[in-house]
């Protein structure tokens, strides 16, 4: 009897942390701010955990990162430290988890029913780099092993950065392209990015 009260107190400890994941984690149209901006790119440089900004973008102080390749407690254990941490000097504005562990979880309004357009590589432009290649070969690497229902994306700069995003959004992937060249600004400094493929499928203009 004590085992099964045991059991009980579990599963219900896990059913409130998955509500609780849900309502500290952003969504909505969202423009980060230079400032935060610069702070998710350096949050993105480090061994990343949890970064949380403000619901309009302006600004970000709550952001958690890995010292070590061992990190005490969970991502979840984080995320509303993140979020106190930024509302601590948001003035009164409410902030919500943006990226956990170098992914942007926050989940953008889009319309399902019609694609979004976003700039494909254009080969007269600019040639991709042989960094850019072998990160491409690598990817590929990805796509070949990833489960059907999970797809993913990769973009890429002038400057050489490279990034890539999965998720299991279903076409026309707005969510997942959008995220990929999300990341690959952020990473270039803000640079123009272009999506490159989605899954094997190279998107290139032709």
Excluded at 24 to 45: D, F, M, N, P
């Amino acid at each position: 009897m004590r085992r099964l009260i045991v059991l009980c107190l579990v599963l219900f400890t896990m059913g409130c942390k998955g509500a609780t994941t849900s309502s500290l984690v952003g969504s909505g149209s969202i423009t980060l701010s230079s400032s935060a901006q610069k702070s998710y790119e350096k949050y993105l440089r480090s061994n990343p955990r949890v970064f949380a900004v403000t619901e309009d973008g302006s600004t970000s102080w709550g952001w958690y990162y890995c010292p070590d390749i061992q990190c005490r407690g969970t991502r979840l254990q984080s995320m509303p430290k993140a979020i106190k941490q930024c509302e601590k000097y948001s003035n009164g504005k409410p902030c919500k988890v943006y990226d956990l562990g170098g992914e942007i979880v926050w989940e953008k309004k889009t319309k399902p029913e019609a694609e979004i357009k976003v700039d494909l590589y254009d080969p007269k432009k600019f040639e991709i780099t042989s960094g850019q290649k072998t990160a491409f070969g690598r990817y590929l690497d990805l796509v070949s092993i990833k489960n059907d229902d999970v797809n993913l994306a990769f973009a890429i700069s002038k400057d050489g950065t490279t990034a890539r995003a999965r998720s299991q959004e279903v076409a026309p992937y707005n969510k997942l392209k959008l995220t990929a060249l999300e990341i690959c600004k952020a990473k270039s400094s803000n640079n123009e990015c272009v999506l490159y493929a989605i899954n094997d499928k190279i998107t290139a203009v032709k």
